[in-house]
């Protein structure tokens, strides 16, 4: 899809190896198997554009942003042949990950409101701005990977990270950004350019602050 082959992202993270990444593997029937793959979320970004009928940049502007009190400096810039034709009008495809120079790019304090409204159950302040029940299907693992739900790491038996609460919702991608929601102690962390190694030194620190 726009160039780039599903095959790019088979194999990729599967049960922790990423060697067998970019080799083939037969197909399997859908929620069977599990890989993250973002070509796949790019064919998921196409889906939600047939059904929204607009570009998604908009839909996240107009239903979640704008609410929340989000700047207009954040972009989610699409591949330059990612267009389709929609009621006969040109509208560009986001892609869903940040590999070959797509993907949201967003400041860290808006990257923080959007953690809180998840970590406030889909309301802002007096207002819901995701459906009810969303954040516990979010939250929910992956028939194929107890470490995934709705696009979101979780962290049961503390195997992602061991220093933050279970119940913890973790958020990365391109160039190690973190995204941690913590509702045990009502937090919200972003983190930038942090090598992923380190990420448990810094939960850590932050843990001890909330204990003093």
Known sequence: MWGKADLLDRNRAVSGDDSRRGTLRELNSSGSYWEY?????????LSLLQLFRKPLEKVLKEQVMDPIGASDQWEWPAYFNATV?????SMSSIPGGGHWGGGLWISSRDHARFGHLILNQGWWNDREILPSGWIEHLSTPATG???YGYLWWLNPGHELLSVVPENC???N????????????????LVSRWVDSEHWSTLCGYVMDSCRT
């Open 169 to 171: 919702l973790l958020g």
């Open 37 to 45: 793959n973002d070509v796949r979320v790019n064919r998921l970004s």
């Open 85 to 89: 034709d929609i009621d006969g009008e």
């Open 145 to 147: 990977n107890p470490h």
């Open 173 to 188: 991608g391109g160039g190690t950004n973190l995204l941690l929601v913590d509702p045990e102690h009502d937090l919200v």
